[in-house]
């Protein structure tokens, strides 16, 4: 339990320097504990909402999370992440999409993320029906989604750069919470509780690396080195993953 402490801890403080909650990562560490693959999308989601609350306060905050387009992505997403949570996946299954997502987070972690120049693509208007096959991801294997939204949304230049990352937080929030409904609908109360028993230290954990990483990593280090260390993890996270299957 102590190397996996740290490594939430870890995944969070860099996960929320750059604005995303780490969900497809803390599952592929669970999994590669050998904790049972029912419980780690609860666990998951849990340290998720931790994470980007937070965040997305703060975005709230500092007033430049564009409502109309966050709301129209999140209201798309949300019921497709219930849906997701409520999908009975076999373990081999799961571990799969849970890989090739962590290795696709990565290489989208390496996207540049200046703020965007220009009128928005003319594709732009299509990114609301990516939002549902997002949301049902989301809810399937415990992540929030938002680590694919942002880089879409970037190479369309559906806003700036701070307004993208907020768009993400509330993506990401609201898809935990409705794929965590789905998944505790789907394995009953007992499940719940079970990873609730092991997954409370995790979860603190996350909450004190999230704090310090929203907080102070920017101020010691350059978001891009951020960034390149929390694609690398994510990678080597998931090619073990699937490596071990």
């Not at 870890?10 to 050998?34: E, H, I, R």
């Not at 987070?105 to 703020?115: D, K, Q, Y």
């Not at 939002?131 to 809810?139: C, D, E, I, S, T």
């Not at 102070?216 to 891009?224: C, D, S």
Request: positive net charge; aromatic residues 8%; charged residues 10%.
């Amino acid at each position: 339990m102590p190397l996996l402490l740290a490594a939430f801890f870890l995944t969070a403080l860099l996960y929320a320097s750059v604005g995303f909650g780490g969900g497809s990562t803390y599952n592929a560490l669970l999994a590669l504990s050998g904790v049972d693959y029912r419980i780690l999308p609860l666990i998951a989601l849990c340290c998720n909402i931790v994470v980007v609350a937070g965040s997305t306060i703060r975005f709230a905050r500092a007033k430049v999370t564009p409502w109309r387009g966050a709301l129209l992505l999140t209201a798309i997403a949300a019921p497709a992440a219930l849906v997701g949570g409520l999908m009975p996946i076999g373990e081999k299954a799961f571990l799969t999409v849970l890989g090739a997502s962590l290795l696709l987070t990565a290489l989208t972690m390496m996207f540049p993320t200046g703020v965007a120049e220009g009128e928005p693509h003319r594709l732009a208007r299509f990114v609301p029906l990516t939002a549902a096959p997002l949301g049902f991801l989301a809810g399937l294997v415990g992540i929030g989604g938002g680590i694919f939204l942002a880089p879409l949304l970037h190479l369309t230049r559906w806003n700036g750069a701070r307004a993208i990352a907020a768009t993400a937080s509330v993506f990401i929030l609201v898809n935990s919470l409705f794929g965590l409904a789905g998944q505790i609908l789907k394995g009953g109360e007992g499940r719940f509780l079970a990873a609730v028993d092991f997954g409370l230290p995790l979860v603190i954990a996350v909450a004190i690396g999230g704090q310090i990483g929203s907080l102070l990593a920017l101020k010691f280090m350059p978001q891009r080195w951020i960034r390149l260390g929390a694609a690398a993890l994510t990678g080597w996270v998931g090619l073990r993953l699937l490596l071990a299957m």
